[in-house]
C-alpha cells in the first residue's frame, strides 16, 4: 500500500470513482456511527471533491441493518438466520435439484456494475464453468448497454470515456447528451469551469437541469427538446454540419466509411422538421451546429480547445438508444473530433464499476477481455485459461430484460442468483419484475443490507461493502483503479469470492475459484489477453506501484504497455482502421403518448441517492435532504391539474400506477413529469416505465413512456411508509 | 408480390424504403421521370437561398438489392384491366399493386406571355428549376415573385439573401392568408419590409412582359436552360422577361420572375386510367382507389381528410402503405395532434402556422406589431387547435409539440402566449441578504445558508472552517465563491467574533432571514436582481 496514513482508495458509488482516503473515526465520523473517517483525495477525476454521498458513505458500514448472518426462508415462508453452511447447502442443493430436473438452463445469474472486476470476472467464470448456463446478464444491461453497441459498432471498441477526464477540461466546447452530472456526479463539473467561460456548453436535456443550468449566464445553450426525441436533435446537428459544409472532410474521407449514406439520411432531418418533432427552435439546432463546427476548426487549426460530445443515460435508455448513440459519433465524425488530442466522443458511465462490469464476462454474449461468447477463437482461448473443454462453454444467452421476462416461466429459468442488484426496484416494470422473481423456485440474493429484492429470496447471503476488500474498479476513463481494505467486515460477513468458491465446490468444482483478489486478477489478466479490453500487462503490484508513482493506467494494457490513455489517435481497432459511420432515423419513444396519457414521464437520479437508494436510503443526511419520491411539474402543468408543491399526484401509465409528492418547478416541461427512480413502493418510478428496448442492445427504455397524472388531493404522508417497505 | 412505384420523389422513394423493411421480399420497381436520386424537394428553397449545396440535399437510395429503379423514365399509361404499367421507354411493367407517386407541378397562372415560359421565368419545383434559378441570380438584379404563399416567401426571401431587389406580389390581402388572419399576416408583412422585400398586395398579374431578342444561339442560355428558349413560327428567337404589369395598371420591372402560385397534383395518369380523381387521385384511409391494387399517396393522393401538400402527410401516408401492403397491422391511431403544420423556412422571417379554428374554440391572441410579432392560439377541448405565429420563433416551437401532440393546455390559454418562464433549478442566489436561509448553497453537498450561519455561530470563521464542517465547497467547488461571499457577510455583520453570535438563534433559523443581522440587511447594496432589470432598460432602445 503507498504510503501515507489512511487507506487510499475510491468511493463506493457512481463511475467517477472519486479517490478518497479512509482513516481512524474521528468525533464527526463517530457521532454518525461511521467506523472510519472519509477524506477526499486530490486525484485528475475529482480534484480532491467528493458528493455528499461520498462523504457519507461510511455510514452504511455500519447501516443498523446491515445483513450479518445468512437468511433461509423456512417451511412457513419466514426469512430466518442460517449458518453459512446450511445457506450454502440450500443454494447447492436447490442447483444441483432444478438442472437435474430442468437441465443445465435452469439456473440464471443476474450481476451488477458495482462489483469489482475480480467478482464480476468470477461471476462469469461460475456462470460458464460451474453452472454451465448461457443465463447471465447484469445490471449494466440498464445502464451502458446503448452506449457500448453504438461505440463497438462505429469505433469496434467500448470504453466510455476514449480519453482522460481531464481532456474535458481544456475543451472549447462540450455537448452534453441526457447526462445531468452535476446532480449525479457533481465533482466532475468542476472539469467544466472552462468551457463555461467560453460560453461553449451545450446541455440537450427536456428538463432545465442542474446540469441545464450550467449553461445560463452565457455558459452556453440548453436545448430542451420533447422526452424522446433527442436523436431528432443530433440528427438535425448533423444535417447543418454537412449541409452547411461545416464538416471535417479530409477527416470523414481519410479516417471514416459510411459518410455518405449518413450525409443522405441527414438530407430529410433540416432544421424545420427538427423543430416540429422535438421542439427545439430551428435557429437554436443552427446556431449550435455552427458553433460547434467553428470551435472543432479552430482547434485544428491551433492544436488547443478541444471539442467533446458526451451522451449519458439520458439519451440512452431509449428504445432508439443505440441509434442515438450512433448519432452522436456520427457528429463527433463530421467534426472531425474521435482521436484527435483534446476531442472525441464518450459516453459517461454510471455505476461504479459499469465499464469494467461489462468487460470481464458478465454480459451473455461476452467471455473476459471484452470477447465474444460466439467466436471460436476467443472460446478456445479463454477455455485454455480456464482449464476446460471449450464445448463444455455455453453459447449466448439473453439480454437482462429478457431474461427477466422469462424467469419462472415453463420455458424459463427457475433459479436466479442476483449479485449487486436491486433488481425489484432498478428494472423497468417493477411490478412485473416482482411477479417473475416471485414465481422462481430458488432466489438467492448476495446483498449488504435488506433490500425489495433480498425479501423475495429464498436465500439471502451477506457480503462485504467496498471499505472491507480488496480489488480493482474501472472507472469512466477506462482507468484501472485499486479499492484497498481499510478494516475488517462484520462478523458473518463473506466475500462473493468466498461464496463463489464455496458454492463451486459444492457443486463439483473444487478448484479455479480463488478467493484472494490479487490472484483472481491475474487469472483475469491471463483471460483478457489479446482481447478488446486486455489487461494482461496488469496487476495489483503494478498498479499499487504506479499509483504510487502518479502515474495512471489505463486500459488496453497488454503485456509490457504503459497504458492507453487515449485511443484512436492513429487508427480505430475496426478491420480496416476506419471508423464507421451508422445511418440511423428518429421514430420516437414505444410508448407515446395517447389521450388517457398525454403526458410524458422522465426518470432520473438525484445527487443524495445512488442507484435503487438500498445504500443512499440508510443514511439519515441523504435521506433528510432527499426523503421520500417526488413528481417534478411544471407550475402550469400543476396549475391545470390543481395541484401544489407538496401535494399527492398520482401517475399512471399502461403498466402501473404511483403516488408521490408533487415538486413544482420550472425546470420541468410543462408536457413532462419528471421522477427519481431511487425509491420502492407505490412512489416507485419503476413501476411506470416501460420494458420496450433497444433492437440493437437490449437496452429497456427507462426514461420515457406515457402517463396520465392527476392530484390525490392529500399532502405527502412523508418517509416513514417509505421505510417499511424495506423492512 | 411485385409493387410498381410510379415516382421516386420524396415520397416515392421513402415509400420504397418503408416497405422493404416490412416486406423485405416484395419485388419493387421504382420509375422515376427526374434523372436524378431522390433529393429532399423542401430544401430547394434553401437552395434558391444559398444556404445550403445541392450536394446535401440527395436522400437514401433507392437502388438496392431487390428494388429495380428505373430513373429518366416516365410512366405513359396505367392499363388496369392487364394490370400493367407502360413507360415511354415502351417497356410493361406487370404489377399486383402500383402505387402512385406522381407528386405535384407547380401551377402556372393564365397570364398572357406565360403561354410559354420565356426565359428569365421559373417555378420552383424540381432540381433542375432550383439549379435554374440559382445560375439566374448571378445576372439578375429585380425579381418578382408571383405567389404570396408560404413558397413564395421562402423565395423571396431566399433571393433577399442572395442581394437581389425583390418585389412580391401577392393576389391576396396580405401573404400567406390561406394560413394567417389580418394581424399575424400585418405582422408577416413588417416582417418582410423589415428585410428590405417590396410587397404588392391585392394584386395579380395581368400580363408579363417579354422581350425579344435575335436568335438563341447569340443569347447564349446556361447549360440546361434551353427548356426557356422557345421556337416561334418564325425561327429560333429568345424571348425574355423584362416586367410584370398587374392588375392595378402599374408595372414592375424585373429580370427574373418565380412562379409561386400554388401546385397542381399530377393525376394525368390516374385520370386517363378512369380512376377517381378530384383535386388528387381520390384514396381511402388505407391509401387504396376504388381499384384494390392501385394505390396513391403524396402529393398527388386525397385521401378523406384532404391532401395538404406537405411531407409529414405523404410520409405518413408511406408508412402506412407499407404496413398494409405487408399484412401487418396497420398503425391504427392517426397521430394524436394535427400533422398540418406549414413552417417557413425562410432566413430572418419567422411564421408557423397549423390547424384551424373549430366550432366553440377559444382564441388569445398576442399583438405586438412593432417588433413585428403575432400570436394566435385557439384552444378546444383542452388542447391546442390552431396556430398563427409570427415572430416569435421560440414560442412556435413550443406551440407546435403542443399541437401535434395534443399534449394538455394550461388551465389560462394566455400562457401559451409567452415563453413559460424557465427557472434555473437550485442556484444560490446572489445576495446574502435576500437569500432565504433554506436557499442551497452547495448543491454536492445539500448544505444550504442557514447551515453556513449555524456553523459561523458555532466558531466557522473561514471558508475553510466552513468547508470542514459543512463539506460545502468540496464536491464540484462551483460554490466556493457564495460561500466566500456568505463568510464575508457574516463577518462584516458581526465584527468582533469575541462578543459572539447569539446561539439562541440557531433556534429559530428556519424563518427565513430570521438568521440575518438587522444591521447587515440595512447596508446590503441594492440587490443584484434590480441590477438586471436596470441594464434592461437601455438594451431596449436598441
Ligand atoms: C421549394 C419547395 C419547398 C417546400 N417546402 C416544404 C416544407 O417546408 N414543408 C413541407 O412539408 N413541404 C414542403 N414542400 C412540399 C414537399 O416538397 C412535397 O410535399 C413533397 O415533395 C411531396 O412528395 P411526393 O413524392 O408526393 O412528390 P414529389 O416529391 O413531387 O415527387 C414526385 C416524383 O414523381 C415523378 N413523376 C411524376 N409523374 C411521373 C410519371 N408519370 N412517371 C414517372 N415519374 C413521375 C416526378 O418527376 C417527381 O420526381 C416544398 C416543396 C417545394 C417545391
Ligand atoms: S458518488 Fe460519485 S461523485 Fe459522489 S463522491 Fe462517489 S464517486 Fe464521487
Redesign the interface.
Known sequence: MPAGPGTRTHCPYCALQCAMTLSPPDDDARAVGAPVTVA?RDFPTN??????KG?TSAQVLRAPDRLTTPLVRDADGELRPASWDEALDVVADGVRRLQAEHGREAVAVFGGGGLTNEKAYALGKFARVVLRTPFIDYNGRFCMASAAAGANRAFGIDRGLPFPLADVGAASAVVLLGSNL??TM?????HL?DVRAQGGLVVVDPR???T??LT?DGGGLHL?P?PGTDLAVLLGLLHVV????LADEEYLAARTTGAD?V???V??W?P??V??V??????LVRRTARMLAARAALSRREGRGGVVVLTGRGVEQSSQGTATVSAAINLALALGLPGRPGSGYGAITGQGNGQGGREHGQKSDQLPGYRRIDDPAARAHVARVWGVDPDTLPGPGVPAVELLRHLGTPAGPRALLVHGCNLVVSAPDADRVRERLRALDLLVVCDLVPSETTRLAHVVLPVTQWAEEEGTMTSLEGRVLRRRRALPPPPGVRSELDVLHDLAARLGVPTGFPTDPAEVFDELARASAGGVADYSGLSHARLDAAEAAGQALHWPCPEGSAGTPRLFTESFPTPDGRARMV?VDHHGPADD???DA??YLITGRV??HYQSGAQTRRVP?LAT?QPEPYVEL????A??LGVSDGELVEVTSARGTAVAAAHV???AR??AVFMPFHWSGEGSANRLTSDATDPVSGMPEFKVCAVQVRAVGETSRGAADELEVVR | MRVVVVGNGMVGSRFVEDLRARAPQAEITVVGAEEYEP??R??LS?VVAG???VA??????SDVDGVRVLRGTSATALDRTRRVLVLDSGEELPYDHLVLATGARARIPSVPGLERLPAGVHPLRSLDDAREIVAATVNTRRALVLGGGVLGLEVACGLRRRGLAVTLVHGGPHVMDRQLGDGAGAAALAGLTRLGIEQRTGVVAAEVHVSTFGTAATWGAPDGATADVATTDTGAVSRRVTGVRLTDGSTVAADLLILTAGTVPDVDLAERAGLEVRRGVVVDADLTTADRAVHAIGDCAEPPEGGTGLI?QGWEQSRRLAAVLAGADAPT?SP?GGTD?V?L?AHGL?VVAMGAPVAGARTVTLSDPAAGRHVEVSVADGAVVAVACVGA??V???L???Y?????????PA?LLLR????????AEPSPTLMPDRATVC????VTKGDIVRCWEHGARSTDDVARAT?AT?????CTEAVCGLVDWLAKASPDPSAGAPHSRTANGAQPASTSPAAVTLSEPVPSGSGTAQRRVPSSRS
Open positions: 477526499g480534484r480532491g471533491g467528493l458528493c455528499q462523504w452535476a446532480e457533481p465533482p466532475s463539473t468542476a469551469g432545465h437541469s442542474a441545464a443550468a445560463d430542451q420533447v454537412l449541409g452547411e459544409g449514406e450525409r443522405r439520411s438530407a430529410a433540416w424545420e422538421r423543430e416540429q422535438s421542439g427545439v427552435p430551428a435557429d445511418a403518448l395517447r389521450r398525454p403526458i445527487l443524495q443526511a435532504a411544471h407550475p402550469l402543468l396549475d391545470r418547478t420550472p425546470s410543462p408536457d | 433529393y429532399n423542401v430544401l434553401e444556404a445550403v449545396g446535401s440535399i440527395t436522400l437514401p437510395t409529414a391511431s394524436l403544420v413552417r423556412k419567422d420563433p421560440e412556435g416551437a413550443d407546435t409539440t403542443a401535434t401532440r395534443a399534449t394538455p393546455v394550461p388551465a389560462d400562457q413559460p418562464v424557465r427557472g434555473a433549478a437550485t442556484t448543491r454536492c453537498n445539500g463539506r468540496t464536491g464540484c467547488g462551483g
